[in-house]
């Protein structure tokens, strides 16, 4: 068997990596321009800025099942071309608008959906075509560099944002994120990979093949364990940073610059996570971090309401919490999105990751628009202190399970002799799980 080329002399994985890592800095632009657009300039309620939130996320609920199996149907570096391409011509909407004096809320809603869709498509495919790049023995490696680069983009991009805020307006940064897609495009235009379509004889009906994917997820004694966990913290993390913009901005009354130096300081934490997260496999074990980062991360995000408490001390109260819940999001993250790569047989792994996505990421939309009717019904700080207890009971799937006594994490990417049931899989998973007993942005 020859030895994989090193990912830092793959020129596919380079431009890949490169691509990202711009589309990664605008995205940044986008998320500190748009609340202060909503915020700020059109003056929205807590209810809008809930709705603008379950806009932008709503996708993963209505169409993230369907996105897997129709992307294991495809190519999927280009599902992730045209993904990139819609997202770049829509963002170019709002800047529009905005120039043409005719930009209203609903635009935002519209534009949000609209960016959603595509993002579903692109996060499906992205994740599912690392194993398709790169061999399995590099998938780690890969997923931590570019989970780095992430966090790289998470600590300039907000900072830059907010000194750009003070020179231009939001929706100028909106169009920057949009030249960083058709960035991103280009260079996964210059990826070459071996991906070839599956044979149409193969497929099955959408239904089953969705079914399929489900029954993989949450017949597995570890998978459904993660989906529960993570979909739970995302579901009360959701119900307090939808009303971050509003605590930031109108409650504590700091500018755009303060904001985007919040979120750029503090996400230091997570290029460090991303940095830390080998050697802390090594020392605690691979289960076990995930248990540990798990319960931990609520701690974090004890912040939001506390900077409310103590006023005075606000700024460095919301970057130590942001800088802790980057950390421990990068640890859990980077190790059970490992696991699942490895646990899932190519042929599946759309729909594993579709199926995922659809738990952890469609319960957004209902936890954005209960935070906007909480937030002006109770209140900014009680929904945020509702957010905080259910943060650490989300911890209890994980905590409770054999995944908390794992040093090693089941490593079953089967190439030959594939599983084509989840019970199969089920069973190795258990018999390794025994040997080894002897894994501000949201969970994925």
């Not at 990068?330 to 199926?355: D, E, F, K």
């Amino acid at each position: 068997m020859s030895t994989p080329q090193p990912l830092l002399r793959n020129r596919n994985f380079l431009w890949f990596w490169t691509g990202e890592g711009i589309s990664q800095l605008g995205a940044q632009f986008t998320g500190l321009a748009l609340p202060v657009l909503a915020v700020s300039l059109l003056g929205a309620t807590e209810w809008q800025v809930g709705v603008l939130g379950a806009a932008q996320t709503a996708a993963f609920l209505v169409v993230g099942l369907p996105a897997g199996a129709w992307i294991d149907r495809m190519l999927k570096r280009r599902v992730m071309i045209v993904a990139d391409l819609v997202r770049a011509v829509t963002l170019a909407l709002i800047p529009a608008l905005w120039f043409a004096g005719t930009l209203e809320i609903w635009h935002l809603y519209i534009v949000g959906a609209v960016v959603g869709v595509a993002t579903v498509f692109f996060d499906v495919s992205y994740q599912s075509f690392i194993p398709v790049l790169l061999p399995g023995e590099q998938v780690g490696s890969a997923n931590s560099k570019l989970e780095a680069t992430s966090q790289i983009a998470h600590i300039g991009g907000p900072g830059l944002a907010g000194a750009l805020l003070s020179v231009v307006s939001a929706p100028v940064l909106l169009l920057a994120d949009g030249i960083s897609y058709l960035f991103s495009a280009f260079a996964l235009w210059r990826v070459r990979d071996t991906e070839t379509l599956p044979d149409p004889k193969d497929r099955q009906s959408l239904p089953r093949e969705i079914g399929e994917g489900l029954r993989f997820v949450f017949g597995h004694p570890l998978l459904w364990r993660i989906t529960a966990t993570t979909g739970t913290s995302n579901f009360f993390s959701t119900l307090i940073f939808t009303l971050e913009s509003i605590l930031i901005l109108r409650i504590l009354g700091l500018s755009p610059a303060a904001f985007g130096i919040i979120l750029g300081v503090g996400s230091v934490g997570g290029l460090l996570g991303a940095l830390a997260t080998p050697w802390i496999q090594k020392r605690v074990g691979e289960g076990t971090s995930i248990s540990l980062s798990a319960v931990a991360m609520a701690l974090g995000v004890l912040a939001m309401p506390l900077s409310a408490v103590f006023p005075a001390a606000a700024i460095p109260i919301l970057i130590a919490g942001t800088f802790v819940v980057s950390f421990l999001v990068l640890v859990y993250n980077i190790t059970q999105v490992t696991m699942r790569q490895r646990l899932t047989p190519p042929r599946l792994l759309g729909r594993m990751n579709a199926s995922i996505r659809f738990v952890v990421w469609g319960v957004m939309p209902l936890a954005a628009l209960l935070s906007g009717v909480l937030g002006e019904t109770i209140g900014v700080l009680p929904t945020m202190w509702i957010g905080v207890v259910g943060g650490f009971l989300a911890s209890a799937f994980v905590l409770f399970s054999p995944l908390t006594t794992m040093r090693t994490l089941p490593t079953e990417l089967v190439s030959s002799g594939e599983p084509d049931t989840a019970a199969e899989v089920v069973s190795d998973t258990e018999n390794a799980g025994d040997e080894a007993g002897t894994t501000r942005d949201p969970l994925v």
